[in-house]
Structure formats: structure tokens, C-alpha cells
């Protein structure tokens, strides 16, 4: 079932969203060779803890961390751990909080201590994907319009959609519907509404879109181990531009005439 959040709703959707991000850019500072995921881990639920909020991710399913710490060929919900982080390596840090049990979900992706120019493309190009997909989530659009977006951008890169895992519907759930894929036809799918509340995640390989889980049956590789870059937003459809709460000022227009 698809929810329609009232303003009441949206504006604790906009504190979750406001919280997270500053999580995320606390995060992202920190994230240099020699780092270790674990320590990003413990960084981030404290950070939640303190606001009062609850990393969504921990225990969710089993789940035992509060972020997805994914590396190189990994898609994602890799696991924090304890190894040091090694310049040039893609690292992709995806992270929900609970506020006032409203959800937001964010994930951003970032070569540690920079990296080739051709990693970098594909961490530029799969940022892209999402601005332009969130671009169209617009009501009136249909769902379809968006992922078709999305699915066109990376692929006129020559870069693989990964198709298995896809974004979502988030409100009081962090998983609502509707499923949100990363590809797909325009014109089809759900007509979006103002009040829908999703996560517009394109996960993009330089390589395959194909996928297998490790054996810790979380995470998710490339088939070909090519890298892998994921971007995530919680994005508000209202009845022009969308609003992206876990970017709290940040106008899609201005992203997508870059
Ligand atoms: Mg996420
Ligand atoms: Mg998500």
C-alpha cells in the first residue's frame, strides 16, 4: 500500500531527513586511508543515538550495523569492519534514522583520499542518475518515467543498472511500497501523487548488473567484480519541484542543469 504523508508527517520526515544528512557529511568527513569502517559504524550510531534518533539499519532483519560500509565491487550492505581503508578505493556509506519514528534513507558514495579519474566518473555519473531521476519524480509522472530516466543516463556511460535491488517508498517503514527500480519504460508503473515519500537509490557498475550475495548473506558484488557506486535520497512528490529531505536545500533543478 502506498501512504500519502500529511504536512504534519512530511515536516518529521524533513527532521529525520535533516538528521541524517548531517550524519552523513560528519561521515564523510572523517573518511580517509587508514580509517576503518567499524569506526565510521560506531561514529554513526552515537551521532543518531545522541539526537535522540534510532539507526534503522541495526537489527533491521538482523542486520547488525547502523550503516552499509560497502567497498569497491561491493553493491551493498557491506559489512563494517575493522580493516584500514586504502586510498583510491570506492566506498559507499548508506545509513536510516528513525526520528520520532518517521524513517529517512541516504547513501553516498566517495573514492578515500580521491582516486582514479575514471572511478570518479562513475561516482559523478551514478550522483547524476539520481538528480535526474528525482528530477522527474514530479506527480503526474509516472514511476516508470523516472527509472527509465535514471536507467538512460548510466547506460549512454556504458555502465550496468543494477536491476536485483532497487529504491523504495519510505514513510513510518523504511521498505514501503512502491518498489522504485533504476530502470524500466516510460509512461508505465505508478502515477505518482504529492505526499509520496520515496528513496531514489541508483546503485551503477562500470561493468555487469549482475549481482551475488557473499556468504554472509548480506552483501551484494558485482558478478565481474567491476566497482559499483550507489547514491540515495528520501525524496518528497509534491505538485512541482521535488523536495529532498535528506538534502535539506538542495534544489534538484540547479543539480540537473550542472
Ligand atoms: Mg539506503
Ligand atoms: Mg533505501
Keep these: 500500500m502506498i501512504t500519502i504523508k500529511n504536512e504534519s508527517q512530511i515536516e518529521k520526515m524533513r527532521k529525520a531527513g535533516a538528521l541524517l544528512h548531517s550524519v552523513l557529511e560528519a561521515l564523510r568527513a572523517e573518511i580517509e586511508p587508514g580509517v576503518t569502517t567499524l569506526h565510521l559504524d560506531q561514529m554513526a550510531e552515537k551521532l543518531i543515538r545522541d539526537a535522540g534518533a534510532i539507526p534503522s539499519f541495526k537489527g533491521y532483519e538482523g542486520f547488525p550495523f547502523s550503516i552499509c560500509a560497502s567497498v569497491d565491487d561491493q553493491v551493498v550492505h557491506?559489512?563494517?569492519?575493522?580493516?584500514?581503508?586504502?586510498?583510491?578505493?570506492?566506498?559507499?556509506?548508506?545509513?536510516?534514522?528513525?526520528?520520532?519514528?518517521?524513517?529517512?534513507?541516504?547513501a553516498f558514495s566517495v573514492l578515500v583520499g580521491g582516486g582514479t579519474p575514471m572511478a570518479q566518473k562513475l561516482v559523478d555519473v551514478t550522483e547524476e542518475c539520481f538528480w535526474i531521476g528525482?528530477?522527474?519524480?514530479?506527480?503526474?509522472?509516472?514511476?516508470?518515467?523516472?527509472?527509465?530516466?535514471?536507467?538512460?543516463?548510466?547506460?549512454?556511460?556504458?555502465?550496468?543498472?543494477?536491476?536485483?535491488?532497487?529504491?523504495?517508498?519510505?514513510?513510518?517503514?523504511?521498505?514501503?511500497?512502491?518498489?522504485?527500480?533504476?530502470?524500466?519504460?516510460?509512461?508505465?508503473?505508478?502515477?505518482?501523487?504529492?505526499?509520496?515519500?520515496?528513496?531514489?537509490?541508483?546503485?551503477?557498475?562500470?561493468?555487469?548488473?549482475?549481482?551475488?550475495?557473499?556468504?554472509?548473506?548480506?552483501?551484494?558484488?558485482?558478478r565481474d567484480h567491476s566497482l559499483c557506486s550507489h547514491y540515495e535520497h528520501t525524496v518528497l512528490i509534491t505538485d512541482g519541484e521535488p523536495e529532498v529531505l535528506s538534502y535539506p536545500g538542495k534544489k534538484v533543478a540547479e543539480e540537473v542543469r550542472r
Design 78 to 106: 557491506g559489512f563494517a569492519d575493522r580493516r584500514k581503508l586504502r586510498k583510491g578505493q570506492l566506498l559507499s556509506i548508506d545509513c536510516g534514522v528513525i526520528l520520532d519514528d518517521w524513517q529517512s534513507d541516504s
Design 134 to 222: 528525482a528530477n522527474m519524480a514530479r506527480e503526474g509522472n509516472r514511476l516508470g518515467d523516472l527509472s527509465h530516466a535514471i536507467q538512460v543516463h548510466a547506460e549512454k556511460h556504458g555502465y550496468g543498472v543494477i536491476r536485483d535491488l532497487c529504491g523504495h517508498g519510505i514513510g513510518q517503514e523504511m521498505h514501503e511500497d512502491p518498489n522504485v527500480p533504476n530502470y524500466g519504460n516510460p509512461g508505465r508503473g505508478v502515477k505518482l501523487q504529492r505526499g509520496m515519500t520515496i528513496a531514489i537509490e541508483p546503485m551503477i557498475s562500470m561493468g555487469t548488473w549482475k549481482v551475488y550475495c557473499e556468504d554472509n548473506d548480506w552483501t551484494i558484488v558485482t
